[in-house]
């Protein structure tokens, strides 16, 4: 089983960036993928962006290309999502999750344990 705990989250205006981060603790980090999942209010939770076990291989959704980043550092068992140019759409609850695997995936069933969340709230 991995514990993980997010952080970062805050209120920022359109436009502005914030660093989310997640520290994992428990299984051996290096070993499985990782991603982050948002869900705003009466909404889906939904994918945002995973990463591969060694960093090597990324995936985004397409309502996040190109402004937001993912990325991990193995040596301190922490993933990151680097979110830039931040729109009032963005505003949700933001989770990151342990993959079961350790190639990168969308699908929420793949991932087996989750974070308890961090809020983001952008304003226009």
């Known amino acids: 089983q991995v514990q993980l705990v997010e952080s970062g989250g805050g209120l920022v205006q359109a436009g502005g960036s914030l660093r989310l981060s997640c520290a994992a603790s428990?299984?051996?980090?290096?070993?499985?993928?990782m991603g982050w999942f948002r869900q705003a209010p009466g909404k889906e939770r939904e994918f945002v962006a995973t990463?591969?076990?060694?960093?090597?291989?990324?995936y985004y959704a397409d309502s996040v290309k190109g402004r937001f980043t993912i990325s991990r550092d193995n040596a301190k068992n922490t993933v990151y999502l680097q979110m830039n140019s931040l729109k009032p759409e963005d505003t949700a609850v933001y989770y990151c999750?342990?993959?079961?695997?350790?190639?990168?995936?969308?699908?929420?069933?793949?991932?087996?344990?989750w974070g308890q969340g961090t809020q983001v709230t952008v304003s226009s």
């Open positions: 428990g299984r051996t980090f290096s070993s499985y993928a």
């Open positions: 999750a342990a993959g079961r695997k350790y190639i990168a995936t969308t699908s929420i069933p793949d991932f087996g344990s």
């Open positions: 990463i591969s076990w060694s960093g090597g291989n990324t």
